[in-house]
């Protein structure tokens, strides 16, 4: 046995520090605000470019032309109802498709051969670009009609991204040129006089 052993309690010390919060509290105060400020702005811009894509949206289905966003692979990516409507399709159909099915020849066309691609798509890459050019396209009913198109490209910097393609049906514009046409032929042609008076207005 082991006796006349003295234990003796070592002293405890403690470390108190003590720092001025101050400076956290208000740099963790102007981290929160910013961070709210900065979420509300964002739900406001969000809102906005919500409120901008309804607007254009509505701009696009108000336009009496057809137009057709294209990506850079020649797919469908966006279409108006006036396009649509020309090419007797359904948006939903139309978005999706290559040019190739959906701009095609129609029939009596002096372009191409009918019921093949038009050369639209084509000149997506090569142009012409903001240049009126004509073909006759076909519907998906059987019909076709005298369309008139434009290519823009979609750029971003001296970045291609994609191409938009603007159409309107020229039917009518173009029957009243071969009338035209006619009536002058028809005129020129003739062994008869021929006087062409406005009616309505005296001449001194």
Not at 41 to 52: D, K
Request: glycine residues 8%; neutral net charge.
């Amino acid at each position: 046995h082991v006796t006349g052993v003295q234990t003796c309690a070592l002293p405890i010390f403690y470390a108190l520090v003590v720092r001025d919060a101050t400076a956290r509290k208000a740099s963790e105060t102007a981290t929160r605000s910013y961070a709210d400020r900065l979420a509300q702005e964002v739900e406001v811009r969000t809102a906005e470019m919500r409120t901008l894509s309804k607007q254009h949206q509505r701009i696009l289905e108000a336009a009496s032309d057809g137009i057709v966003g294209v990506g850079l692979d020649g797919i469908i990516q966006s279409a108006n109802r006036a396009a649509a409507d020309m090419l007797n399709r359904d948006i939903r159909a139309l978005v999706g498709i290559t040019l190739d099915r959906a701009f095609v020849f129609g029939t009596g066309t002096s372009v191409g051969t009918a019921g093949r691609p038009s050369q639209v798509r084509a000149q997506l890459w090569n142009g012409p670009y903001h240049v009126a050019l004509q073909a006759r396209l076909a519907r998906t009913d059987g019909e076709s009609f005298d369309a008139e198109y434009t290519i823009a490209p979609i750029t971003e910097g001296r970045e291609t991204k994609g191409y938009v393609i603007t159409f309107r049906d020229i039917s009518e514009r173009k029957r009243a040129e071969t009338e035209m046409l006619l009536s002058a032929a028809g005129l020129e042609h003739s062994t008869e006089g021929v006087l062409i008076a406005e009616i309505g207005r005296a001449h001194v």
